[in-house]
C-alpha cells in the first residue's frame, strides 16, 4: 500500500512537472518569435541594401568606364585632329615651296648662259668635216660631261662667193655636218640642238680678201646652259631649224 501511494505521488508531481515544462516553453515560444521575426526582416533588409549597394557600384563602375571611353575617344579625336592639321599645314608649305620652285623655274627657263664655244672653218664650197675638225669637236664635246638644262646652237656660215640661195643652204650644211657628227659618236639628243644657217649674213671678217672669206667659211658652236636644269623647248628663232631625220629645212 505504501509502494503504491508513491508510485502515485510520483506520478503526480512528474505531470505537474511536464505541465510546468510545457506552459515555460509555449511562454518563451510566444516571446521570442517577435525577436526572431524582426531578426529575419533586419537580414533581409542587410541583405537587400547590400544587393542594391552591389548595383550602384556596378552601375558607377560601368559609368565611369564609359565615361574613360569617352574621354580617351575624344583625346584620340583631338590627336588625330592635330595630326591633321599639322599634315595640312606640311601640304600648304610643301605647296608653297613648289609654286617658288616652279616661279624660279619659268623665270630662268630663257636665262641661258654662254659655257664653252668652238669654231671649225671649211674650204670653198665644202660641208665635210676634216680630222682636225673633228679633234676640235672631240675636245668641244668633253665639256658636256654632267651638263644638264642645256642647249647646243650651231650657227652655219659662207662668203659672199655665189647667190645668197646657196649659200644659206650651204651654211645649213655644214651645221648639219657638225650636229651629226656630235649626235653620232656623243650621243647627244637631238632636241639639244638648235641649228641656223645664216649664208653670208653675219661675216666675220671681210669678204674683200681671201683670208676674211675663210674665216667666214664657219660653223660656231655655243655650250649655252640654265641655272635651273631644266629642258630647253622648241627653238624660238623665226630660221632656226632643228635636224630631223638627217633633213634640215630653212
Not at 537587400?48 to 548595383?55: H, P
Not at 671681210?206 to 672669206?213: D, H, L, W, Y
Amino acid at each position: 500500500m505504501t509502494n503504491r501511494l508513491q508510485m502515485v505521488s510520483a506520478f503526480g508531481a512528474l505531470s505537474l512537472l511536464l505541465a510546468s515544462g510545457c506552459s515555460t516553453k509555449n511562454y518563451v515560444r510566444s516571446q521570442t518569435a517577435p525577436v526572431v521575426e524582426k531578426t529575419n526582416e533586419l537580414d533581409d533588409a542587410t541583405a537587400k541594401n547590400t544587393r542594391d549597394l552591389q548595383n550602384v557600384d556596378q552601375r558607377a563602375q560601368q559609368g565611369i568606364g564609359k565615361a574613360q571611353n569617352s574621354a580617351n575617344q575624344a583625346q584620340q579625336s583631338a590627336q588625330s585632329a592635330s595630326q591633321s592639321a599639322s599634315q595640312a599645314q606640311q601640304s600648304a608649305q610643301e605647296a608653297v615651296n613648289r609654286a617658288d620652285a616652279l616661279s624660279s623655274l619659268v623665270a630662268n627657263l630663257d636665262n641661258y648662259k654662254q659655257v664653252a664655244d668652238a669654231s671649225v672653218n671649211f674650204g670653198f664650197d665644202k660641208a665635210n668635216l676634216t680630222k682636225a675638225d673633228k679633234a676640235q669637236l672631240d675636245q668641244f664635246a668633253s665639256q658636256l660631261n654632267g651638263q644638264k638644262g642645256y642647249i647646243l646652237e650651231v650657227t652655219g656660215g659662207t662668203d659672199s662667193t655665189g647667190s645668197a640661195s646657196y649659200n644659206y643652204d650651204l651654211s645649213q650644211r655644214r651645221a648639219q655636218s657638225v650636229v651629226q657628227y656630235l649626235a653620232s659618236k656623243y650621243n647627244v639628243p637631238a632636241h639639244r640642238f638648235y641649228l641656223i644657217g645664216i649664208g653670208k649674213d653675219q661675216e666675220v671678217a671681210s669678204n674683200k680678201t681671201a683670208a676674211g672669206r675663210a674665216k667666214n667659211r664657219r660653223v660656231e658652236i655655243q655650250l649655252l646652259s640654265n641655272s635651273t636644269g631644266a629642258e630647253p623647248t622648241a627653238p624660238q628663232s623665226g630660221n632656226a631649224t632643228m635636224p630631223k631625220d638627217g633633213q634640215v629645212t630653212q
